[in-house]
């Protein structure tokens, strides 16, 4: 459903940072991606988000040609594909249910921008997201008073509710104690499973890939050099990154 070929990312009169990455991610998979710092990981995840400008490279989702497609491919990537960063970016000052509602402005209608109103399917399809991440008794909590984890999984509630089919995770979890850690990831490889969502998520730290990721991607100065199935890595592997 993702098929990236030859990205390259090359900062203007600075150094390529991603070369030649070609990838592809079908409905239902999580993948880590590992490396060391500076190794292009959060880069990589920004293009594929479309944060970042590709300096090369074909990116085919979901059978769109985004690049041939202008901006109905660049739409089609903001609704589509969440990008989930370390700390989520919330209002904080307002409940959970009303971050799951609002969306980004991708995501919202003009009308319930203007409007603030809110139609009942919607606000089912909140609660329910909700309770599928746990969260049910925290829905009218402000998000200020939320934990780390529960705030990702308020994040990951919302980029589902408003129609993600992609999530991109930055770290998700590297600021969790362990408990709050294997909770959200859990529930992002158990949506993987039953909605049939892609995750690609930073998880270079600790053993999070080879329990949670179907995949591990390895980089390395901005090239793949490990694409292994969920598995612990081999000695030899791990010299890679
Ligand atoms: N805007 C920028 N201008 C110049 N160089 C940049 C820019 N953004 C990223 N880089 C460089 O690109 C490379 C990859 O950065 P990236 O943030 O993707 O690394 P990373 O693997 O996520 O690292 P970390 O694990 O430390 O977060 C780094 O060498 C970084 O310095």
Known sequence: MIHVSRLTKQIPGGPKVLDDITLEAGQGQFIAVKGASGSGKSMLLRC???REKWSGGTYVFDGTDIFKQG???????RREVAYLEEKPVLYPNRTGLKN???GSAYQTSIFRRLTGMVRNDDYMGAMDMIEKMGLLDKAHQKVSNMSGGEKQRIAIARALVHGAKV???DEPVSGLDPHAADTVLADLKRLCKEQGLIVIAVLHQGDWAERFADRTIG???GRIVLDVSGRRLTEREKMLL
């Open 48 to 50: 594929l988000a479309l």
């Open 219 to 221: 980089l390395n100065q």
């Open 71 to 77: 901006w109905a491919g660049i739409r089609k990537i």
């Open 100 to 102: 799951v509602l609002i």
């Open 167 to 169: 999530i991109l995770a």
